[in-house]
């Protein structure tokens, strides 16, 4: 089944008085993409977000839709980065629900999921503390290609890196400014990374928490 991903690049393009060329000019892509992407028919990238903020001259959070603020200021944590810049623990040691969630400052997609960065692995870039967000579902390689993005190897190997090319074909090479690269490697999940939370920006969201505002939601009050 076809998912939709849902976005407010029409609202804002109409507001400019925009046309569909004009955004695909801006942007550098075609007018039969950018209207893909426009219409939900399409992930956005970090990379085409970052494009489509800046032709509409909005911030990228201003360019995500979400439906119901009221509850998705809440993201599960599936993992932390450690050292060397991998994602722990793998998946099949984290529960469906995630490690724990979080409250977010800003309301996010329902399909979000987020990463807690460990250590001063990836200094300056991100700090001890900071959780980044990415999609549950993930994005095409192409997508990523040149940029940083959350991704598991073929080994079950998590890691926020710049994602290249490999030497032969189906291979990614997987570098960070701090670290030695990894080279010649397999991909069976990528995920841009969307936002980033400051350290003390962020709160843990506690099962009282969360037990409290159900039962508001089932009362009515």
């Avoid at 509409?56 to 050292?83: D, F, W």
Wanted: hydrophobic share 40%.
């Amino acid at each position: 089944m076809d998912k939709n991903y849902p976005n407010r690049i029409h609202e804002l393009r109409s507001a400019k008085g925009m046309t569909i060329e004009d955004l695909a000019a801006a942007v550098d892509l075609s007018v039969s993409y950018t209207q893909r992407l426009e219409t939900g028919g399409r992930n956005l990238s970090v990379k085409n977000l970052n494009l489509f903020a800046s032709a509409l001259g909005v911030s990228p959070q201003e360019i995500l839709a979400v439906e119901n603020t009221t509850k998705r200021n809440i993201v599960p944590v599936m993992g932390r980065i450690g050292a060397g810049a991998e994602i722990l623990p793998e998946d099949e040691q984290v529960p469906p629900e995630g490690l724990y969630e979080i409250e977010t400052p800003f309301p996010i997609p329902e399909d979000a999921v987020a990463f807690e960065v460990h250590g001063e692995s990836q200094w300056p870039r991100y700090d001890d503390g900071d959780i980044i967000i990415c999609w549950r579902q993930g994005v095409s390689i192409d997508d990523v290609l040149g940029w940083e993005a959350a991704v598991k190897t073929a080994t079950g190997h998590r890691y926020l890196k710049r994602v290249l090319k490999g030497a032969e074909a189906g291979t990614f090479d997987l570098e960070s400014h701090n670290a030695p690269p990894i080279r010649g490697v397999k991909l069976t999940w990528v995920a841009a990374i969307q936002s980033v939370i400051r350290s003390g920006q962020w709160r843990k969201h506690s099962a009282s928490t969360r037990h409290r505002m159900l039962q508001k939601m089932t009362n009515g009050h």
